[in-house]
Structure formats: C-alpha cells, structure tokens
Nanobody, 123 residues
Framework: QMQLQESGGGSVQAGGSLRLSCAASQRPFSSSILGWFRQSPGNDREFVAR????????SYADSVKDRFTISREKSTNTLFLQMNNLKPDDTAVYYCARSRSEWTSVPTHYDSWGQGTQVTVSS
C-alpha cells in the first residue's frame, strides 16, 4: 500500500501563494493518477487537480484553473501543487491521493490518501 505524506500548508492572505508537496513512499506506476483534493468543514471532499504519473498529463477543477499548477518530480516520487492568487474560498484541508489507473475526479476511486495539510486564506 502506497503511503502519501503532504506538507507545505499554512496561512496566507488573499492573493498570496503556497506550494504543497506530497511525498510517495514508492515510485508510482506510470499508469497511476496522482491527485489533489480538498475539504472544508461541512462540505464534501472535492477534486482540485490530477496528473498521470507517466505522461504528466493534467486536469483541473474549473475553480482553480489558471491559478493552480500540479506537477511531479519523478526522481523523488514527489507531487506538487503550486497555488497562486489564493482566495478565501480556497481555505480547506488539502489531500493528495492515488488512483491505480482510472482517470477520474471521483474521490472514492482513489485508494491511497495522505493525512492532509491545512491551507487557510484570509481576506
């Protein structure tokens, strides 16, 4: 079972930036999809961005498109989420997750999850 560990959360003002990292305990297969999700109190966990490990192909939620960038560093098995122009609505716990091969934004189709990192954006 793959272990995932997020880091890089924190508190910023609106318009600021943060970079989240997610370290995988083993090299993901090329067919694996690594994704970022977020959850705020009282809300369901929602898709933010995903990336296919082998090709680097990406997809984003409309709410973060043109502000967030997902990327990976193969040599260290690390997934990143660069978040720019942050808004108060981006406040949430951010999770990284792995899907073995299914190109999906549905959280229940991801079988490995990190413990999450808090992002707080103040106005």
């Amino acid at each position: 079972q793959m272990q995932l560990q997020e880091s890089g959360g924190g508190s910023v003002q609106a318009g600021g930036s943060l970079r989240l990292s997610c370290a995988a305990s083993q090299r993901p297969f090329s067919s694996s999809i690594l994704g970022w999700f977020r959850q705020s109190p009282g809300n369901d966990r929602e898709f933010v961005a995903r990336l296919r490990w082998g090709t680097g192909y990406t997809s984003y939620a409309d709410s973060v498109k043109d502000r967030f960038t997902i990327s990976r560093e193969k040599s260290t098995n690390t997934l990143f989420l660069q978040m720019n122009n942050l808004k108060p609505d981006d406040t949430a716990v951010y999770y990284c997750a792995r899907s073995r091969s299914e190109w999906t934004s549905v959280p229940t189709h991801y079988d490995s999850w990190g413990q999450g990192t808090q992002v707080t954006v103040s106005s």
